[in-house]
């Protein structure tokens, strides 16, 4: 898995709609802007099919530090919240299952082609 930047978003969108780059990133820079303005508003942002961003507010708390076990108060804030739409779970679920596939086939490989004895009798 790599990671992918906004500049390498920016000049892949480009090549693909010949446009000049310097205008996509202005498009791109003002929809994530617009982003998180609404969400800082407190409104819900819903792509069909991709996802849902929403703001949430998280109570304060106690919390413990692992190392001293102390206690330690966490003050209430407000998050962002992402729900996955239908297309986004269903192409996640599909590379789920092509890793998974060749997971199969790697142990297979490595087991010399399935001549593997049953270890429960």
């Known amino acids: 898995m790599s990671t992918i930047t906004k500049k390498e978003l920016i000049d892949r969108i480009a090549e693909k709609t010949n446009n000049k780059r310097v205008v996509v990133k202005k498009i791109i820079q003002s929809f994530l802007d617009d982003i998180i303005e609404e969400l800082g508003s407190g409104n819900r942002l819903e792509f069909r099919d991709f996802g849902v961003f929403e703001s949430k507010h998280r109570a304060a708390r ?25 297309l986004m779970k269903l192409r996640l679920l599909q590379a789920s299952e092509a890793e998974n596939a060749a997971l199969v086939q790697e142990l297979v490989r490595h087991q010399g082609g399935g001549n593997s004895t049953n270890v429960n009798g």
Not at 63 to 78: C, D, F, G, H, Y
Request: net charge positive.
């Open 62 to 86: 106690i919390a413990q530090n692992p190392k001293t076990l102390e206690r330690v108060s966490v003050p209430s804030k407000r998050t962002v919240k992402f729900k996955i739409g239908r």
